[in-house]
């Protein structure tokens, strides 16, 4: 089992900058790759980023490259989401999740509760 423990949304203005931080605890985090999704009022949930277990592989969707940063901390059990420029199409509910294996290349199988991240024009 894994939980994983979203934090850092909130209500910020246009150009603003937010981290997100994800705990996990439970089955090893070390060795699985980890990612953020997002899901906005009448959309599909779709994928913000990605990082593999060792940090040497990160994946953006298209939108967001050049303002958001993916990283993480294996002493810290943590995984961060550094948003910068943000933009009213940012908002949405955030969930981090946890993929079953060192790579992003499946579905994960491990979800956040979801956090609220709001961007006013």
């Known amino acids: 089992q894994v939980e994983l423990v979203e934090s850092g949304g909130g209500l910020v203005q246009a150009g603003d900058s937010l981290t997100l931080s994800c705990v996990t605890s439970g089955r090893s985090f070390t060795y699985r790759a980890m990612g953020w999704f997002r899901q906005a009022p009448g959309n599909e949930r779709e994928s913000v980023a990605a990082?593999?277990?060792?940090?040497?592989?990160?994946r953006y969707t298209d939108s967001v490259k050049g303002r958001f940063t993916i990283s993480r901390d294996s002493a810290k059990n943590t995984v961060y989401l550094q948003m910068h420029s943000l933009r009213p199409e940012d908002t949405a509910v955030y969930y981090c999740?946890?993929?079953?294996?060192?790579?992003?290349?499946?579905?994960?199988?491990?979800w956040g509760q979801g956090i609220q991240v709001t961007v006013s024009s």
């Open positions: 999740a946890s993929f079953p294996g060192p790579l992003f290349v499946s579905q994960p199988d491990y």
């Open positions: 990082i593999s277990w060792n940090s040497e592989s990160t």
